[in-house]
């Protein structure tokens, strides 16, 4: 399987980095607003160590995720209920 970029990120110390697959940014750079792509825990886990734990993803995980999705032009929320991550556009406003 390929992985995509080592994605640096302000958050982290230079050392640290992490690995999204670049399939991932591709899908990233082509959602379309109203379209969201939902990330489980584990893949999460995986992408933004230390993950998610307990339904909590915050620190340095929560970081690199906010970080990952600004780079896609994206946000980023964590649904602790549900046990996943959520990437979405905005609605661009009408002229």
């Known amino acids: ?3 995509g970029r080592n994605f640096p990120s302000k958050a982290m110390s230079e ?7 670049h399939e991932i940014d591709e899908i990233l ?4 607003p109203q379209v969201t792509l939902h990330v489980t825990d584990h893949i999460l886990s995986l992408w933004f160590p230390p993950g998610p734990s307990n339904g909590v993803m915050q620190g340095r995980a929560l970081a690199r ?4 999705a600004k780079s896609c032009a994206c946000s980023f929320a964590y649904h602790g209920d549900v046990g996943e991550g959520v990437f979405s556009k905005a ?3 009408e002229d």
């Open 1 to 3: 399987m390929a992985f």
């Open 15 to 21: 050392h640290e980095k992490f690995v999204v697959p």
């Open 29 to 32: 750079d082509r959602l379309p």
């Open 65 to 68: 995720a906010l970080s990952y």
């Open 91 to 93: 609605i661009l406003p």
